[in-house]
């Protein structure tokens, strides 16, 4: 039977924009007891919109004031945290961090012993269900359209862009939550919005570039019909690594501007306890940031970034995985989690995403939506909004663990 390829196009348009175009933006109720565990109402303070491309040093944000209630969704979130003892490294300032990732790509760089130290710090209870749908929903919140005007303040290089470049521009968008005291902030990233062909106005192709450059085994090289998004292929199944790696931390990609995002929030938040998350793309970015700054971080639904961690050189804690603080929340109905949403017949390759790795870093916490709701594998099971009415079906959270025996593009040789 012969399909045409204007039908194979039609049905992953239908499929991919029906797995991450449609946020979860409140109405689910949550019913909780008033514990004395409970952080106070986190609340979103600020917006960050970073420029890549041919605007990479582009850095914008907005504020918003602790009253700022938005037209749609909840106006505060309340999570559980306890202490916990991380291993993190005692310099982990940006100027430090940014030297050594530096240093890490140049030729002849030898590994660095890191002066590692035991920290009591304050992390989400991923044990409590209720924080981990708070999460959830915070991480939807990033996906909305703000519904009010656009009042920006140029914190980069100042740049003769349109007055215009804003919420929905082309770059990378964190939300900003901070609790009543101050003392904690959360770092939400936006997830991917994905769509078969671009739309001006917004991160569509970005976002493809950027996940076919950190989810690929080498620069979405799937087939010589395919473009790629970097120049580091050399031949049948062989990629060069030091060219993967300055792709990687390009000034235009989104790792770098993840990475500024972060220096802004510590020189306004000083001393502040600091915790990322996201969906997606979002959450891969988020664990990415929490491996480089030993952040407690939630990922839902991201795609395998091991590769990426190591292709960065991100610094690992000796430490057991199973102390990990970063927590990879998904299911076993989403192929991009399970790192299955690949080969000639999916909807990701017919897309156009060449979603290639499924190794995480840290912990996966994972729903089992096949065995116990009898889903089926489809990349609507993507979505943030299906997750979130998932995870309330439950009375727990599910047990988190490292994953054993895992390797991403065994079949390649990087040179």
């Known amino acids: 039977m012969k399909i045409s390829i204007c039908t194979l196009w039609t049905v992953a348009l239908a499929d991919v924009v029906a797995a991450f175009q449609l946020p979860f933006i409140g109405g689910l109720p949550i019913s909780r007891p008033r514990e004395q565990d409970y952080a106070s109402g986190f609340t979103l303070r600020h917006v960050f919109v970073h420029g890549i491309d041919e605007h990479p040093q582009l850095h914008r944000r907005r504020d918003f004031s602790a009253s700022y209630k938005p037209e749609n969704g ?55 269900r209720d924080t981990l749908v708070e999460f959830a929903r915070i991480t939807a919140d990033a996906y909305v359209i703000d519904p009010s005007d656009d009042t920006w303040l140029d914190i980069g290089v100042p740049y003769n862009e349109s007055g215009s470049f804003g919420w929905d521009s082309n770059g990378l968008r964190g939300h900003i939550f901070v609790d009543e005291t101050n003392s904690t902030v959360i770092i939400s990233i936006k997830g991917t919005s994905a769509a078969i062909f671009y739309s001006d106005g917004d991160t569509v192709a970005s976002d493809k570039v950027n996940d076919n450059l950190l989810f690929s085994c080498c620069c979405a090289r799937l087939s010589y019909m395919w473009s790629t998004v970097c120049d580091c292929y ?9 060219c993967l790696e300055s792709s990687l931390y390009a000034e235009d990609k989104y790792y770098r501007a993840t990475l500024d995002i972060y220096r802004n929030i510590t020189s306004m938040y000083p001393g502040a306890n600091i915790w990322a998350t996201g969906h997606s793309l979002g959450g891969a970015m988020s664990a990415l940031l929490g491996r480089t700054y030993g952040l407690p971080t939630i990922a839902f639904e991201a795609p395998g970034e091991k590769l990426a961690a190591h292709r960065l050189h991100l610094p690992f804690p000796p430490i057991p995985e199973s102390e990990s603080t970063i927590w990879h929340i998904g299911n076993t109905a989403d192929p991009i989690y399970m790192g299955v949403c690949n080969g000639p017949t999916s909807v990701c390759w017919l897309g156009g995403y060449a979603m290639e790795t499924s190794c995480h870093t840290g912990l996966e916490c994972t729903y089992d939506t096949v065995g116990d709701l009898k889903w089926h594998i489809s990349i609507s099971n993507h979505r943030i909004r299906p997750i979130i009415e998932m995870m309330l079906s439950y009375n727990s959270t ?3 663990l490292p994953r054993e025996s895992c390797q991403d593009c065994f079949d390649w040789q990087f040179v």
């Open 74 to 128: 909840p106006t505060s979130f309340h999570v559980a945290s306890q202490s916990k003892t991380v291993t993190r490294m005692k310099e982990r300032s940006p100027n430090y961090m940014e030297s050594y990732l530096h240093y890490s790509r140049t030729s002849g760089a030898v590994a660095i012993d890191f002066d590692w130290g035991d920290e009591d710090i304050m992390v989400p209870n991923i044990t409590d």
């Open 234 to 242: 050399e031949k049948s199944y062989t990629c060069k690594q030091s």
């Open 398 to 400: 599910p047990t988190c």
